[in-house]
């Protein structure tokens, strides 16, 4: 883990949910997947984490940009083409600590409303699919952030905790 990385409250929890796991090939460094199971039951794993070395400079902190909303989206598909067939779907679960999505003019010029929205349909698609979606509330869930990563869950869970917030718009 990054020095970054060891701040986060959401790189922290993928982490000892998944025991540490291999991270899966093909992501972002600021988006982790994992592939483990809960119980006996396979599951997808996805957390955004801070990158100090993110091409966007307002996405390095752990928020939801670019690159982050097509990785989320791209992770969240996967599981939706893998399991297709499959009598029971995995089980996709979404590590949520993203303090905002990454505000900036070049990430409103390339599109960030479109990636965005592209993790959050896929979100939702893999729920009317039958895939169980779990968000599971760690840390920060902040603005458009938290729209495009967990909110499409069937269910949501937050620990009770001081660090725990939860906002549609922030200050």
């Known amino acids: 883990m990054s020095t970054q990385e060891q701040g986060s409250r959401g790189a922290a929890w993928l982490a000892a949910l998944t025991d540490n796991a291999a991270r899966v090939a093909g992501f ?3 988006v982790q ?3 483990g199971a809960i119980d006996e039951r396979s599951a997808r794993y996805i957390a955004v984490v801070p990158d100090a070395d993110n091409a966007y400079p307002r996405a390095r902190g ?3 940009g670019l ?3 097509w990785a989320l989206a791209q992770a969240v598909r996967q599981v939706v083409a893998a399991d297709a067939g499959a009598a ?3 089980a996709i679960v979404a590590v949520i600590d993203v303090p905002s999505q990454a505000y900036g003019r070049s990430e409103e010029a390339f599109g960030i409303h479109q990636a965005l929205a592209a993790a959050a349909e896929a979100y939702a698609v893999a729920r009317e699919a039958g895939h169980p979606v779990l968000g599971l509330i760690v840390g920060k869930a902040m603005s458009g952030a938290f729209l495009a990563h967990g909110y ?3 269910r949501l869970i937050a620990l009770d905790d001081a660090g725990v917030q939860v906002h549609a718009m922030g200050k």
């Open 88 to 90: 029971q779907k995995r």
């Open 28 to 30: 972002p460094a600021s």
């Open 33 to 35: 997947v994992v592939d």
């Open 62 to 64: 752990g928020e939801v």
């Open 152 to 154: 499409q869950a069937n």
């Open 67 to 69: 690159v982050e909303g």
